[in-house]
Nanobody
Framework: QVQLIESGGGLVQAGGSLRLSCTHS????????MGWYRQAPGKERELVAH???????NYADSVKGRFTISRDRAKNTMYLHMNSLKSEDTAVYYC???????????WGQGTQVTVSS
């Protein structure tokens, strides 16, 4: 089944770090502007970071300076390196085409990130 697959979430203490991974079973991610999104309980899904095919990056103010988006073309994988995690970063994290760069693909199951204070 062709789909986005997110992994790497978990439970971490405030101030800790995690690295999320995203791959797609049927598409070459580096050809697209891709983004990491998150959805906290009771809130709408929001874009927190995106990377273009030329590796230009952009971040939401809430994660700027703490999160880094990157990709490994050889592995067809995109990453979100998350440092200095806060309780408000707790959410399900998803990857997909970046907003404004084309219609999103079917959403994957996401990966849960829980930050304990």
């Amino acid at each position: 089944q062709v789909q986005l697959i997110e992994s790497g979430g978990g439970l971490v203490q405030a101030g800790g770090s995690l690295r999320l991974s995203c791959t797609h079973s049927g598409r070459t991610l580096s050809s697209y502007a891709m983004g990491w999104y998150r959805q906290a309980p009771g809130k709408e899904r929001e874009l927190v970071a995106h990377i273009t095919p030329l590796d230009n990056t952009n971040y939401a103010d809430s994660v700027k300076g703490r999160f880094t988006i990157s990709r490994d073309r050889a592995k067809n994988t995109m990453y979100l390196h998350m440092n200095s995690l806060k309780s408000e970063d707790t959410a399900v994290y998803y990857c997909n085409r970046a907003t404004g760069y084309g219609s999103p693909w079917s959403w994957g199951q996401g990966t849960q990130v829980t930050v304990s204070s």
